[in-house]
């Protein structure tokens, strides 16, 4: 279950409030949070180059590096956290700065314990939001995206090709099938859907197939036979193989890199 827990950094350079927060946090969360603590920025920046932590609630102003400083290191960060700045009522330059440079939030010293439950969860609601959608962007083919970028240059025979495609990705789809559909020619029909897609017939299913695939892996609990079955693949062996293909891992293998789930687990 460690794999589900939310992973906080709490940055202050007085020990009450650093561990009253982490208290309060703690027994607000059960067993949700995972709180480590820094009582200055050169710690908590050698913390956060360590490791990935969804939340970073840090004092404006800190010895050594300043939470400002801290909060700047952070730019080009590939799992840049969430951030929350504390302050006191005669800093609050320093907050409109920190709320520039990314922070979304701000608690006022003394702290109030019920503003830093809804600050926090507030933060961390965002920061799950960011990541699912780093997942959707990642879920994108971009050849598919090229395809859509072309619509409005299209044919009426293409467009309606691709429309039937995508009602009808889960049943058997064949060039010949769909040129007698459309009454083309098929060696015609081949290469003006070509010509104007940018992909040849074949791979352009194949590829909204896999596409619907990983969506099916990310946001449902459907075995990989059945999602395979479900785009339209006869067997689980081929659809395996396409995949692979495709992204170069298989869909079990993919559903655990984008779950977070480390890969020596089977």
């Given amino acids: 279950m460690e794999l589900t827990l939310k992973t906080i950094l709490v940055v202050d350079d007085e020990p009450r409030t650093r561990q009253g927060i982490k208290q309060t946090l703690e027994t607000s969360g059960s067993g949700k949070y995972r709180i480590e603590t820094a009582e200055n920025g050169v710690e908590a920046l050698d913390k956060l180059r360590q490791q990935a932590f969804h939340l970073l609630i840090t004092d404006v102003r800190l010895p050594e590096i300043s939470g400002l400083d801290l909060i700047r290191s952070l730019e080009g960060h590939a799992r ?28 006022l010293k003394p702290i109030d314990k019920q503003e830093l439950l809804k600050a926090a969860g507030e933060a961390l609601r965002l920061e799950e939001e960011r990541e699912l959608h780093e ?32 009602e009808h990705i889960h049943e058997p789809l064949t060039m010949a099938d769909m040129a007698a559909r459309l009454h083309l020619n098929a060696s015609y029909f081949s ?27 990310l946001q449902t609990r459907l075995s990989v036979a059945e999602i395979g079955s479900r785009v339209g693949y006869r067997t689980d062996k081929y659809f ?22 480390p890969e020596e687990i089977q």
């Fill in 191 to 217: 290469v003006l859907f070509k010509e104007q897609t940018g992909t040849p017939f074949s791979e352009y299913v194949s590829r909204l197939r896999i596409q619907r695939a990983k969506e099916l892996l």
């Fill in 80 to 107: 840049k956290p969430c951030i929350v700045v504390i302050s006191g009522y005669a800093e609050f330059d320093y907050v409109q700065q920190a709320l520039r440079l990314g922070a979304v939030n701000y608690l």
């Fill in 240 to 261: 395996i193989k396409v995949f692979k293909e495709l992204e170069s891992v298989s869909p079990s293998r993919y559903r655990q890199q984008m779950a977070g789930i």
């Fill in 135 to 166: 997942k959707l962007e990642k879920l994108v083919d971009p050849t598919l995206l090229k395809v859509g970028g072309r619509e409005a240059a299209l044919s009426e025979p293409v467009k309606e090709a691709l429309d039937y495609i995508k």
